[in-house]
């Protein structure tokens, strides 16, 4: 079935980077874009960028822009965001989910999150 | 960037109720509004997009409308499994920023 799988949860120190993985299923990789979105403990979901699986063009937050890199391996079928020096601010969960390119209508699969937590 | 913001933040309602959740962005966005249902510890569910269009799959007690700036979300007929939070989230500007989220409760 179509489905979206990441990597598990991680600890992290602050200055830290992490990599995510999210491994897709059931669909033409290509064919789709994948978005990163995170949460932090409480707060409202919040769209971090994508990535165009096709041609490899990315987008991102301006808030994000700098500190978080995502790319995608289309052989494996498999997405990353990596997002460097981190702090206590960026502990959350990151999900990736998919969506349609050109046109992008919403998310509508989703990866089961990945658990950051950044503590020293 | 835009700004989504969501009222109420919580909602008790009664299983048969009929109930709204509206979103409003900080600018014009057209009909370009998802929204998305996510219970505790789970990922967002997708169920409508362009702001009154049902996912595949979606019970018809679920509707969305408006445009422009001004948005609702209505389920006629609440049932067991539709409590849980409600977000909206605009993509017709990067970055696609979504509202805060309304908790549907029990009451």
């Known amino acids: 079935q179509v489905q979206l799988v990441q990597s598990g949860a991680e600890l992290k120190k602050p200055g830290a980077s992490v990599k995510i993985s999210c491994k897709a299923s059931?669909?033409?990789?290509?064919?789709?874009?994948i978005h990163w979105v995170r949460q932090a403990p409480g707060q409202r979901l919040e769209w971090m960028g994508w990535?165009?699986?096709?041609?490899?063009?990315?987008k991102y937050s301006q808030k994000f822009q700098g500190r978080v890199t995502i790319s995608r391996d289309t052989s494996a079928y498999t997405a990353f965001m990596e997002v460097h020096g981190l702090s206590s601010a960026d502990t959350s969960v990151f999900y990736c989910a998919r969506g349609s390119y050109p046109y992008f209508y919403g998310l509508d699969v989703w990866g089961q999150g990945t658990t950051v937590t950044v503590s020293s | 960037d835009i700004q989504m913001t969501q009222s109420p933040s919580t909602l008790s309602a009664s299983v048969g109720d009929r109930v709204t959740i509206t979103c409003r962005a900080s600018q014009s966005i057209n009909i370009w509004l998802a929204w998305y249902q996510q219970k505790p510890g789970r990922a967002p569910k997708f169920l409508i997009y362009?702001?009154?269009t049902l996912e595949t799959g979606v019970p018809s007690r679920f509707s969305g409308h408006g445009t422009g700036t001004d948005f609702t979300l209505t389920i006629s007929s609440l049932q067991p499994d539709d409590f849980a939070t409600y977000y909206c989230?605009?993509?017709?500007?990067?970055?696609?920023?979504f509202g805060q989220g309304t908790k549907l409760e029990i009451k």
């Open positions: 362009k702001a009154s």
């Open positions: 059931g669909f033409i990789f290509s064919n789709y874009g």
């Open positions: 989230q605009q993509y017709h500007t990067y970055p696609y920023t």
């Open positions: 990535i165009n699986s096709g041609n490899g063009e990315t």
